[in-house]
């Protein structure tokens, strides 16, 4: 599965190198006692509910680098 902003957390955890992106961005993200509420999500409302922790700049470039990570 190739994963994009329009991925769910859940998804997007379960890939060690996308774990990798998204910590380089958001360190901590992983360890956020409010990730279990996220699972469910998409990157792109993640970003929307809490713009202050996934910058609304920041979600495409991750978005191309999810992309490119591959199936």
Known sequence: MILSKDSKVQDILN???????????????????????AMGMTLTTVAQMAPHLVKPEWVSEIDEKLKALGA
């Open 15 to 37: 890939r060690p190198d996308a774990v990798a992106l998204l910590e380089g961005y958001l360190p901590g993200f992983t360890k956020n006692p409010m990730l279990q509420m």
